[in-house]
């Protein structure tokens, strides 16, 4: 199982991007999916999820400026970012639960990260 994020760059201030996170390989549940970011010096922190049923949690950071959304059947998770600022910037990964068969609970998987900057 794999995690295949896409999506980061550089984007002016008040700007908008869209980070994807693709889920491959062989499983047969994935569970909650989320978005993180880390900054130089902090620890990673979850700004973003959203579980297998739709229902959706943000960090006071984001909420009303981020939207995360997925798709059930082509296992994809994607970060809606409007209004961005230069707090925003950092390294933002994807993380999701997976089970890899009906026999074992879900684990966690990440995807490798994707930097997102926003110029001032």
């Known amino acids: 199982v794999q995690l295949q994020a896409s999506g980061g760059g550089l984007v002016q201030h008040g700007g908008s991007l869209r980070l994807s996170c693709v889920a491959t390989g062989n499983f047969v549940k994935i569970v909650n999916m989320a978005w993180y970011r880390q900054v130089p010096g902090k620890q990673r922190e979850v700004i973003a999820a959203?579980?297998?049923?739709?229902?959706?949690n943000y960090a006071d950071s984001v909420r009303g400026r981020f939207t995360i959304l997925r798709d059930n059947t082509e296992n994809w998770v994607q970060l809606q970012m409007n209004s961005l600022n230069s707090e925003d910037t950092g390294v933002y990964y994807c993380?999701?639960?997976?089970?890899?068969?009906?026999?074992?609970?879900?684990?966690?998987?990440w995807g490798q990260g994707t930097q997102v900057t926003v110029s001032s």
């Open positions: 959203i579980t297998d049923r739709g229902t959706t």
């Open positions: 993380n999701a639960y997976i089970s890899a068969d009906a026999a074992h609970y879900p684990i966690p998987y």
